[in-house]
């Protein structure tokens, strides 16, 4: 069964302290990874796509990273306006529908 | 920047009622979702639409749901006879196609509450 699962469920850190957020993912025929960015009371805000193992994209203080099992959000030198639920998706081969996962609650305090 | 607007935001019904949940998705995509958030857990897939008919379902997604376009910009999910189970938040979603470098996006959901 297609699964999409994210590590750690919350994580504080201070202003400044980098660190990576874990999404591992079983998914048949993968053809895309995706990372959103939800703030409390609104929809995902598209960060990132995936495609294949090796593959990074950054965007300011945001990396993530793809192998063949796990993707990866390095979150370097965060500010406290990063603070979200990053949340992980999966879109596998014959499909329309993005798996997710439950989502890290990222807390950055000043 | 283009977005996916819903509305309402929030929505109270009786049990047993209709509810009926709009969505205008992004005026040149051409696939649109829906995907329901139940408090505390995992956003899930409910229904995939193109070309004016249903793509793809989940289990959920039974007979107690439909969906709709009923003109050129609006995207719609009826739920017919609401169960308590029903209370969630819903995001619609639109995308330009299906593949992995053309994402989906989101709007700010309708939070249904059924009483």
């Known amino acids: 069964e297609d699964q999409v699962t994210q590590s750690p469920e919350a994580l504080r850190l201070q202003e400044g302290e980098s660190s990576s957020l874990n999404c591992s993912y079983t998914v048949s025929g993968l053809r895309g990874l995706f990372w959103y960015r939800q703030d409390p009371g609104k929809g995902p805000e598209f960060l990132f796509t995936l495609y294949s193992a090796g593959e990074e994209k950054e965007k300011e203080r945001l990396k993530a990273t793809l192998t063949k099992k796990e993707s990866f959000l390095h979150i370097t030198a965060p500010k406290p306006e990063d603070s979200a639920t990053y949340l992980c998706a999966g879109l596998t081969a014959g499909t329309y529908k993005y798996i997710f996962g439950t989502g890290t609650r990222l807390k950055v305090l000043a | 920047e283009p977005e996916v607007t819903q509305t309402p935001s929030h929505q109270v019904t009786q049990m047993g009622q209709e509810v009926i949940l709009r969505c205008v998705p992004i005026?040149?995509?051409?696939?649109f979702y829906w995907y329901r958030q139940i408090l505390g857990q995992k956003v899930e897939f409910l229904v995939s639409f193109y070309n004016n008919e249903i793509s793809e379902k989940s289990e959920i997604f039974d007979d107690q749901f439909s969906v709709e376009r009923p003109d050129g910009s609006n995207f719609t999910l009826k739920i017919r006879s609401t169960k308590l189970e029903d209370s969630a938040m819903y995001f619609c979603?639109?995308?330009?196609?299906?593949?992995?470098?053309?994402?989906?996006?989101f709007g700010d959901g309708t939070r249904l509450s059924i009483l």
């Open positions: 005026s040149n995509h051409l696939y």
């Open positions: 979603a639109s995308s330009e196609g299906v593949q992995g470098n053309q994402p989906q996006h």
